[in-house]
């Protein structure tokens, strides 16, 4: 079990063991979800969550899907004569 205490500004360090554990990085999003009694859930906010987030909300081309998977834009077809 792990333990940190929220400051002043409601902010709450994830101690180091479980940091790494998780392989959290700094940046990375964290979902915090309530449990069972007074019990909070923490787990990191993953791409494929945000594709599944995003499917919910409405449907998805495979365009937005990928793009959503690899965080890449694809590139816009060339124009132009061809030779």
């Known amino acids: 079990m792990y333990e940190s205490r929220m400051d002043n500004d409601g ?3 994830i101690p180091r ?3 790494e554990r998780l392989g959290l990085k700094p940046g990375d999003p964290v ?3 309530p449990g069972p ?3 909070l859930l923490i787990h990191p906010r993953t ?3 945000r594709v599944l987030d995003a499917v919910r ?3 998805v081309t495979q365009e937005e899907m990928n793009v959503l998977l690899t965080g890449e834009r694809p590139k ?3 124009t132009g004569a061809t030779h």
């Open 47 to 49: 791409r494929l969550m």
């Open 11 to 13: 902010r709450v360090t």
């Open 31 to 33: 979902v915090f979800a």
């Open 57 to 59: 909300r409405h449907a």
């Open 17 to 19: 063991e479980l940091r």
């Open 76 to 78: 816009p077809p060339r």
């Open 37 to 39: 009694g007074r019990t």
